[in-house]
């Protein structure tokens, strides 16, 4: 796979130990070691040493199976097992390697270590430091234990070790299956494992770096995954760069049945008595093809109680089907989000038409419906209003406010009146807050002295369970009594003020006349 350059190998001989040829190897910077054999004959006790020329080197360390010989002075020969560490996350390099003995002796090898897309240049990590990343997915039974379409919640950390302020960062999760880079393969978008860090401090911790994603259909069944994190500063990689294997056992598990909703499709809000259409995606993530499938949606508010379609064609594994969904919204819905369910049911079985196996509710996908406007709400409370007194400017009047309980339970009810400042004075309200049972009916009286006199309105509110209803009331209210108004009423119950005034006028005039009339009758 790899390809190895092919060095000529410097073996020493000039003295009494000799060293055999030792091949040129090859290696992934996810390794984390390179074993060797070789062979070491002397006529006496030697010991073994190595050098690298790895950048780092100091980090890199060889050692030796068995470390000590001791020929007792015969020329004797022993195979020995070498093994080289310290190699993982160096970035694409060869990495010359010498074996020496105290006298001598040597023989030199290459290592080619191939990259694996992580640090371009290897780890150059002085100023990143405590990589951290955590699987909190709240849809799965354990950590790093997925199935096909889960959504998958990891949240990385790292720290700042360098001494400059409002540094930026790139982070990046790879996940690794028999040493290749099947990131693409396991995440449903790949661009979701990278994220920006920016304006970190020196010392400082960064915040929760979140990598949201859905695993693939196409990820391969295996429990072999490895999982890195890698953190490098953004547009400085070759400076700054660190990776952290963070665990070498994730797995992706295929259920040998399995048949879910993978995502629907629809409005997001709608009105009450609005006919709706939905598409749900259902896919058989399972091993197994399905001869039949019942996709359920549910949600009882709506009355979505045994609502289904069926998939009769059959549906194969890895194979999905769009199921359109139609429903009207009750036209006395709260106006609220409502969570819909979509469920599914499979195995089918012809003897007894049933399905033998359904969708676990933690598969289980929900949609988020919004009912905004033309909803009726046939529970909530009616107000009514009748006059218990004259409506006469100056005087006081009453009012009696009844508040019937329409829904299936008791409620506390807060009566409160409005819109009356211009018109009137309120003197009482003798109960503004209402205890009412079910289908019961509670009053309240209220007491006001209107001032001014015409066609009036005021407004009732009545506060129940977080909710507000409000009822306007029209009140006639009359002028003031004054003279003549117990034989001519009072220009609302009898005749109008103006005509009143207008006969009262003319039985003055006429008295009038009269008298005068009567005085000229005596001069004659």
Not at 37 to 59: D, H, I, K, Q, Y
Not at 157 to 183: K, T
Request: glycine share 6%; charged share 20%; aromatic share 8%.
């Amino acid at each position: 796979m790899f390809g190895i350059l092919a060095f000529l190998m410097i073996v020493s001989f000039a003295s009494a130990s000799s060293i055999s040829t030792i091949s040129n190897g090859a290696v992934s910077e996810l390794s984390d070691s390179y074993s060797f054999n070789f062979t070491l004959s002397s006529t006496s006790a030697v010991s073994l040493s190595a050098t690298s020329n790895a950048s780092n080197a100091s980090t890199v360390s060889v050692s030796f199976t068995p470390s000590s010989f001791n020929f007792n002075n015969t020329y004797n020969s022993s195979t020995v097992v070498g093994t080289v560490s310290g190699l993982q996350f160096r970035g694409k390099q060869n990495i010359l390697v010498t074996i020496s003995t105290n006298d001598s002796a040597s023989s030199s090898f290459i290592i080619s270590v191939s990259s694996a897309s992580l640090c371009k240049d290897g780890i150059v990590n002085t100023d990143i430091a405590d990589l951290e990343l955590t699987d909190e997915s709240s849809n799965v039974e354990d950590e790093w234990d997925w199935k096909p379409y889960d959504s998958i919640s990891l949240e990385g950390r790292f720290r700042n070790d360098g001494n400059e302020d409002n540094e930026d960062y790139v982070a990046r999760v790879y996940f690794f299956l028999n040493g290749q880079d099947v990131s693409d393969e396991v995440a449903d978008d790949e661009d979701l494992l990278e994220q920006d860090i920016n304006n970190l401090d020196s010392g400082k911790k960064s915040s929760v770096i979140p990598f949201d994603f859905k695993v693939s259909g196409d990820a391969e069944d295996s429990s072999d995954y490895k999982v890195y994190l890698k953190v490098y500063k953004d547009g400085k990689e070759s400076q700054q760069c660190a990776v952290e294997e963070i665990e070498d056992s994730a797995s992706i598990t295929k259920q040998g049945r399995q048949v879910i909703v993978r995502n629907v499709e629809g409005p997001l809000t709608v009105s009450c008595g609005e006919t709706i259409s939905l598409s749900a995606l259902t896919t058989n993530v399972g091993e197994e093809d399905e001869d039949q499938v019942k996709v359920i949606v549910y949600n009882k508010d709506l009355g979505l109680t045994s609502t289904f379609k069926e998939i009769t064609q059959g549906l194969d594994s890895g194979d999905s089907d769009n199921v359109a969904f139609s429903f009207v919204v009750p036209v006395n819905a709260q106006e609220k989000a409502y969570k819909l369910i979509f469920s599914t049911e499979y195995d089918y079985d012809e003897d007894d038409e049933n399905y033998d196996e359904e969708s676990d509710s933690e598969d289980d996908y929900q949609y988020t419906l919004n009912v905004l406007g033309n909803c009726v709400d046939l529970n909530k409370p009616t107000i009514t209003a009748k006059l218990t007194s004259d409506a006469q400017v100056g005087k006081e009047m009453t009012i009696e406010v009844s508040v019937k309980n329409n829904g299936d339970s008791q409620i506390s009810a807060l009566l409160s009146v409005g819109n009356y400042d211009s018109w009137a004075k309120l003197e009482s309200i003798n109960s503004s807050t209402l205890s009412i049972a079910k289908a019961d009916t509670k009053t309240s009286i209220l007491t006001f002295v209107p001032s001014k006199a015409g066609q009036q309105t005021l407004g009732l509110t009545v506060v129940y369970n977080g909710k507000t209803v409000t009822q306007p009331v029209s009140i006639t209210i009359s002028e003031e009594k004054g003279l003549f108004s117990s034989v001519f009423g009072n220009g609302q119950a009898g005749l109008p003020t103006y005509l009143i005034m207008g006969i009262i006028a003319l039985v003055v005039l006429i008295i009038i006349v009269l008298v005068l009339k009567a005085i000229l009758s005596r001069k004659e």
